[in-house]
Every structure is written in structure tokens, then in C-alpha cells.
């Protein structure tokens, strides 16, 4: 069955960190394009964090620049974001999703296109 599960959310006060983890199971993370997108109750799914398939690329959504940090652990078949410097504006549910890089490797900020999602974790940032 394929599947995508986000772990690593919970509550961690304003400056603090975690890091969430997407993990894969039924197919292989490393022939697709993953992305991680949050969203707040009530407002649009927003895109943070892509990092491409064969290359490596990275993209950073410009609210999470030199906060949040996105990499591959192949051999785990996970994506995780290291997320630094966490705000209680920051939206609080995040969700990861894959695209087949045969399709395209890269990810939309809407989401659009992204063939698996995950269910999300939710990410508290409050003191």
C-alpha cells in the first residue's frame, strides 16, 4: 500500500525547533519530488519546503528562508525538515507529499500536481 506518513510535530515555544520527518511506504522517496506544505484553519495550503528528485534542488518558500531546512535520507526512505526559529504565526499543520520526477521534479507552491499526500502532524508553537 502506498502511504506517506508525517511524524516529529508537537508543541515547542516561540525560537524553538523540530524536526519532522515524512516517511514512505510502497514506493521509493528518491524517484520523486518531495514537498512539505502547511496550512492554518480557515486559509490556504501553502507550500515551504520542495527538494527535487535527481538533483537535489531545493526550494524555500520566503517566510521559512534560513529557518527551515529540507533533506533526503535515502537509506531510511524519509524527507525531513529541520524547522528553526519556529513563530506562533508559523500555520501549524504540515502535510508532505511526492510527485513522480517523470511527471515533473519539481513542486508547485499550491500542491498542485503532487501524486501522494500524507495526512499531516500538527506543529504548536506557543509559550
Known amino acids: 500500500q502506498v502511504q506517506l506518513v508525517e511524524s516529529g510535530g508537537g508543541l515547542v515555544q516561540p525560537g524553538g525547533s523540530l524536526r519532522l520527518s515524512c516517511a514512505a511506504s510502497?514506493?521509493?522517496?528518491?524517484?520523486?519530488?518531495i514537498g512539505w506544505f502547511r496550512q492554518a484553519p480557515g486559509k490556504e495550503r501553502e507550500g515551504v519546503s520542495c527538494?527535487?528528485?535527481?538533483?537535489?534542488?531545493?526550494y524555500y518558500a520566503d517566510p521559512v528562508k534560513g529557518r527551515f531546512t529540507i533533506s533526503r535520507d535515502n537509506a531510511k526512505n524519509t524527507v525531513d525538515l529541520q524547522m528553526n526559529s519556529l513563530k506562533p504565526e508559523d500555520p501549524p499543520v504540515y502535510y508532505c507529499?511526492?510527485?513522480?520526477?517523470?511527471?515533473?521534479?519539481?513542486?508547485?507552491?499550491?500542491?498542485?500536481?503532487?501524486?501522494?499526500w500524507g495526512k499531516g502532524t500538527l506543529v504548536t508553537v506557543s509559550s
Open positions: 507529499a511526492a510527485r513522480d520526477y517523470s511527471s515533473s521534479d519539481y513542486c508547485a507552491e499550491s500542491g498542485y500536481g503532487m501524486d501522494y
Open positions: 527538494i527535487s528528485s535527481r538533483d537535489g534542488r531545493t
Open positions: 510502497g514506493f521509493t522517496l528518491d524517484d520523486y519530488a
